[in-house]
């Protein structure tokens, strides 16, 4: 195999097969990120992505799921993808999905025809990062895709038939635009009705940029009490389609609270929990035990 540099992927690829098929992200200034400051954004040869299928291939029996990396796979033309696919199907047909990172931006660039070849090879999710359904702080945060680009792209995803897995992180609004930054998030999350959407709590490496914006003073980092405000006024304004469903994860490490259900049947049950949590603090999760 031939990885290079720090390989990350969602929490729900854990036991994927991890390939790169980019290296790094081509957008790469979002403020809160770290991840990829370290790599030059290029694009793998096919020949080196075929090379480590087979590896893969020759080393593990069974492989149930393969996520592509790193930042956004989704950015390749649909011609090197479908190859990638299609070698995919042949030597490990036994996989049942194949799940990418995508900008919104990259999703939109496809035709829906385009889409649904990706998803008849074997794209079965793809995960973008929405961070927040608030204009100025995906401005501030350099985000580079509008509130609208994000939920029209989610929406060609899921019409697809792509199942989209959404993440937003509570506190990137800062105290200034805590709750600006909430009601936008539920009303995104309630026009664009995802598959899947996950709600972290803003953690940084000291590498990313928005921390010099702190040490300045121009970014203020929310405090848990206000944590657990910010996710009761999201939750209280999500007002999701009739009929539909939308898997919502709040239980990441870096989450003082754990929250999981299904939107919008358990929307009351969640906010009871936050609610109680706001009164009784042991419920939180110690700062130690947190973890990006």
Not at 86 to 107: H, K, M, N, Q, S
């Amino acid at each position: 195999m031939q990885y290079e540099g720090m390989v990350y992927r969602p929490p729900s690829e854990a036991y994927s097969l991890i390939i790169q098929v980019t290296i790094g992200c081509s957008h790469n200034k979002c403020r809160f990120c770290s991840m990829y400051k370290d790599k030059q954004f290029h694009i793998r040869q096919l020949e080196d992505i075929l090379a480590d299928l087979r590896e893969c291939r020759a080393y593990y029996s069974r492989v149930r799921r393969i996520f592509l990396a790193d930042g956004d796979a989704l950015c390749l033309s649909n011609g090197k993808l479908l190859a990638i696919l299609e070698a995919i199907r042949e030597l490990f047909p036994e996989c049942e999905r194949v799940g990418v990172y995508g900008r919104a931006t990259d999703i939109l660039r496809k035709s829906p025809e385009e889409l649904a070849a990706l998803r008849e090879a074997g794209i079965g999710i793809v995960y973008v990062g929405a961070e927040s359904g608030n204009p100025e702080v995906l401005a501030r945060m350099c985000k580079r895709a509008t509130r609208e680009e994000l939920i029209a792209g989610v929406r060609r995803a899921e019409d697809a038939g792509i199942a989209a897995s959404v993440s937003f992180i509570s506190g990137l609004g800062g105290r200034e635009l805590w709750k600006e930054h909430a009601v936008d998030s539920a009303t995104m999350i309630s026009e664009m009705h995802p598959s899947y959407a996950s709600w972290l709590t803003l953690m940084l490496d000291p590498s990313a940029p928005v921390t010099q914006d702190i040490a300045e003073g121009r970014f203020e980092l929310l405090k848990p009490a206000e944590v657990l405000e910010e996710m009761d006024v999201m939750l209280s304004h999500i007002d999701m389609p009739e009929g539909s469903t939308c898997v919502f994860r709040s239980n990441h490490a870096s989450n003082y609270l754990s929250l999981k259900g299904d939107l919008p049947k358990d929307k009351e049950r969640m906010l009871a929990v936050v609610r109680q949590a706001k009164e009784n603090r042991d419920m939180l999760r110690p700062e130690f035990w947190r973890a990006l």
